[in-house]
Structure formats: C-alpha cells, structure tokens
C-alpha cells in the first residue's frame, strides 16, 4: 500500500514491515490480476511493487536473478532448453540468455506486467524481450506445465509469494507436473520466500520436492528488499548436479566468460551450506 506520507509500507508479514520512500510514481495501474506499481526510490532505484509487495529493484535485482538462474544452470552444465515460469520484468531471462542456449521459454500470466517492464524498467531485461531465442507466452504457469511436452533442462519458477495468483504455484500438483516437464537429469528450483518470515513456505516446497526428487534441497542469497534475511530457493533433481565441484564450476564460468556482480563457483558451493533455523526445514533424505 501507499500511505500519505508518500512512503511504499510492505505488510506482508505479521507485526512486521517495511516501507521504502516513494520519489517519484512512475506508474500505478490495476490489471485484471494485481495492481502494479513502479516508483523511484534514492537507494534502490526504481521499485516494482505488485498489490504492495516489493518484486524487484533497478538496484538489487542481480543478487535474486543471478542466483536463481546460474545456479542450477552452471551445476547442469549442458542446458539448452529453459523454462520460467513468472519473471514478467524479464530479469530472469536477461540471466539465463547470457548462455549459449538453444530456447528460454518464458510463462507470465499477466502480459501487463510485461508491457510496463519494457517501458519503465528496461534495463532489468536489458533487451532480453528481443533475444529470438526467447518463446515469451502470455498464459497460466501451472496450465503450461500440465499440457508442455517437457523436455528442458532447467526449470525456473520465479513467483510471486503464494497469495493471489501466485498461490498455484507452490501446490504439489504444480511441482509434480514440473518435474514432468523436465528432461532427464534436469533441475527445477524455485523462490521459496525468507525462510525467518516463511519459513512454512519453504518446508512445504521441500516435502513435496522429497517425494519427487532423489535430491531435494535448498540454498540461500541475502536480498536487500526482500525483508527478514535470506531468501531461500527450492532445488529438486534426479541427477547429481548438486554435488559439481568447485574446480568444474569455476572452469564452466571462466569457460563462458560471463562476469557477475553476486555469483561466483565459491558462492554457489556455499549457498547450499543452510543455517541451521533453515536446515530444520529441510526434511532429512529418506
């Protein structure tokens, strides 16, 4: 929500908020599933909030959106075909076209949240909208993957929180058609929210991923506007991808000469190194 004091107060969580100063409303529209707004903020740049909840920021995006692409795509190794599902403000895709693959295929249910993306934070795309390796379909992610005939190596679901039309995509039935739409040896992972806060979020996701996956996990990045400490990503494969070792890792990244400004092969090894409050969540294998 917006008060009067023009400050963005975030209320998602129980006795607990945050609020960023709004300099500048950019755009503030209702769309048939959520009201989008985008506003300047001195710190963070511009700010996208979808029915008062921080999405992303010009400032700290590349912390969420390099995590939760490079990760699973350098521990693949071989990916070619990627699906996401969410990621309207094209962040996502921006990171995973920077490999050499042969199709990203992009899920957004809300073609507005796209739209204004490309007009008020074009840099979070960087021109990923233009890539024609890019399949962008306007259309239900949980629908998609019931009906896909699969095949990607690395699935994507950066979704909003399980509230509104976001909440689909944290039920059983959506990750057990994900892993249907996986090629062998493929990786779904997920945003699974600030475990501190939601930490039932995260421990749902991972007891449907242990009935599904021989290697069911999480790892964790600290994002500045998503409040209460890290925030947790839901990895789940039949592979071994998880356990590529350093050395492998920093020679695929030297090998695509891709720089970062979060992601490194050490970073990625220690992310799944969990705090111990997180760690609880995770069910133990069985």
């Known amino acids: 929500m917006t008060d009067m004091t023009g400050w963005s107060v975030e209320r998602l969580h129980d006795a607990y908020s945050q609020a960023l100063r709004i300099d500048r409303v950019l755009y503030d529209s209702e769309t048939e599933h959520q009201r989008i707004v ?19 920021t010009e400032r700290d995006n590349f912390i969420y959106h390099e995590m939760l692409t490079h990760v699973p795509l350098f521990a693949h190794g071989t990916a070619a075909r990627v699906l996401i599902i969410g990621g309207g403000d094209g962040g996502m895709a921006r990171e995973a076209l920077r490999h050499p693959l042969e199709q990203v295929t992009m899920v957004e249910i809300d073609a507005g949240v796209v739209e204004f993306s490309k007009q008020y934070l074009p840099g979070i795309s960087a021109g990923a909208f233009d890539d024609p390796r890019l399949d962008l379909q306007i259309a239900d992610g949980a629908e998609f993957v019931k009906t896909t005939a ?11 929180d399980p509230v509104g039309p976001g909440e689909v995509l944290f039920t059983d039935h959506f990750y057990g ?10 990786i779904l992972v997920t945003q699974n929210g600030v475990p501190f806060m939601q930490g039932e979020e995260l421990a749902g996701t991972l007891r449907a991923f242990g009935t599904l996956f021989s290697d069911a996990s999480a790892y964790v990045a600290p994002v500045p506007t998503y409040q209460g400490g890290f925030m947790a990503f839901g990895w789940g494969t039949d592979g071994a991808a998880r356990s590529v070792d350093e050395a492998t890792l920093r020679a695929r990244v030297a090998e695509k000469g891709l720089g970062f400004g979060y992601y490194t092969s ?4 220690a992310a799944f190194a969990l705090p ?7 069910p133990d294998p069985a």
Do not use: C, M, W
């Not at 699969?150 to 909003?160: H, K, N, P, R």
């Open 38 to 56: 985008v506003f300047d903020n001195a710190t963070f740049g511009r700010v996208l909030t979808l029915d008062g909840v921080v999405q992303v």
């Open 150 to 160: 699969g095949g990607y190596d690395v699935i994507i679901v950066d979704s909003t």
């Open 177 to 186: 058609h994900a892993k249907r739409a996986l090629a062998p040896g493929g």
């Open 266 to 269: 050490e970073v990625h090894k």
């Open 276 to 282: 111990g409050y997180i760690k609880r969540l995770v």
